[in-house]
């Protein structure tokens, strides 16, 4: 069967700076960090005391107050997220066969809250006065779910859980299903809510974090000689996956298409990257491939870009040797340097965010980057955006257990 094109035809996030789609675009070229101290619980016991929050969030009346008691946090980010890719995309669910529409999103970790305080009331109230909702709420799959019974699809309906490449995962395997006849259209994308007691203090154990509790803004600084960690945030980024000559014939706005996504492991260690990153650089190579590009092809990487010692001189190293001399002539940026890291959702929203630099040609900036270390010595867009025409990207995604995708975006 001739493999089928895949576009994406809606966007939504609610994230650390944003909660909408074009809130998030300005936020993006203003440089506007979402890193602050932490509001959701008190952090004065713990190491690290800040975060990138949701910051204003309200689910309702997008999800109605009964539906908001059943979903954790993460849930209710990807319903508010999806409601508005779903919009942006015009399409309607009724001119589709229901079977052939579907749900796959990823998330790390699911509902962590939920957990959290089913296991408190456990243990400070007994046993029968856990919630009947606790185990629903706290599901990795309960958002795919969710999200199929509100618009009533029937179609492939799974959850990705790679840590911090699940969204990505997703995404690509939400194409896959698409090029190859399975389905018409997809939602798909990440979400993730982890900031809570046992989130922060498990990322601290595993001494993952910044610890610049007295300048949260300028705590994620990808590719700068004075990153200490990643930031722990939270979030959704969803995207419209539509059959082209179906989203064109009905006249969609498309953003761009969905053409390669590369999967591997690293087969090396649970936290850290390979050193060499050569799985990363193969989940690239995969890309390009799938895609039917040359490297030099490529303009621009949405990076994974953590902010993490090892990460990202691993990340550099994995971009010099798939793309040789013409690594110094990408642009490449991190969008965590601004949202800081969203785990699992993450792949989601720096999906949203390529597709919006494909659309408008500007390109976000790395902030933070004031003292580039030596070992990361490519062009980052450091601290103010770009024009510039971009046509074919990459974004990157890799995750504790050593997962590796890379998604190749191209405009159509």
Wanted: with cysteine.
């Amino acid at each position: 069967m001739t493999r089928r094109r895949v576009v994406v035809t809606g966007l939504g996030t609610v994230n650390p700076i944003a909660l909408s789609v074009p809130e998030y675009w300005q936020a993006l070229l203003a440089g506007k960090s979402g890193i602050a101290p932490v509001t959701l619980f008190d952090p004065a016991p713990y190491k690290v005391r800040f975060g990138g929050e949701v910051k204003g969030f309200n689910p309702e009346p997008i999800v109605d107050h009964k539906s908001v008691r059943k979903l954790d946090r993460c849930g209710q980010f990807a319903m508010v997220a999806a409601h508005e890719a779903i919009k942006d995309s015009g399409i309607e669910f009724d001119k589709y066969d229901p079977f052939r529409v579907g749900v796959i999103l990823g998330t790390g970790i699911g509902g962590l809250s939920e957990f959290e305080d089913g296991y408190n009331t456990l243990t400070t109230r007994g046993p029968s006065r856990v919630s009947p909702f606790t185990i629903v709420k706290m599901i990795a799959n309960t958002t795919a779910g969710s999200i199929s019974i509100r618009y009533h699809l029937r179609g492939p309906n799974t959850t990705v859980s790679t840590a911090c490449s699940s969204a990505a995962h997703a995404i690509g395997d939400a194409m896959t299903a698409i090029a190859s006849g399975h389905a018409d259209a997809m939602i798909t994308g990440g979400t993730e809510a982890a900031i809570t007691h046992m989130g922060l203090a498990g990322f601290i154990a595993c001494r993952a974090l910044s610890e610049r509790n007295d300048d949260p803004a300028h705590a994620s600084r990808p590719f700068d000689k004075e990153r200490d960690g990643f930031v722990l945030s939270e979030g959704s980024g969803i995207l419209v996956l539509e059959e082209y000559e179906q989203a064109k014939a009905r006249g969609a706005n498309i953003y761009c298409e969905v053409v390669g996504c590369g999967n591997t492991a690293d087969a090396y260690h649970i936290t850290a990257p390979h050193e060499d990153g050569i799985g990363a650089a193969e989940a690239m190579r995969q890309a390009i491939r799938q895609a039917g590009w040359n490297t030099f092809d490529v303009d621009y990487i949405n990076a994974h870009g953590t902010s993490t010692p090892l990460g990202d001189v691993a990340e550099t190293k994995a971009i010099k040797k798939v793309f040789g001399d013409h690594a110094k002539r990408l642009k490449i940026s991190s969008t965590k340097s601004l949202i800081g890291h969203l785990l699992g959702a993450s792949g989601g929203v720096e999906a949203v965010a390529c597709a919006l630099i494909m659309r408008h040609g500007v390109i976000h900036p790395t902030i933070n980057l004031t003292n580039p270390d030596p070992e990361c010595d490519l062009d980052y867009v450091p601290n103010t955006p770009r024009e510039a025409r971009v046509k074919r990207v990459l974004s990157n995604s890799f995750g504790f257990g050593g997962h590796n995708c890379s998604l190749a975006l191209g405009a159509v």
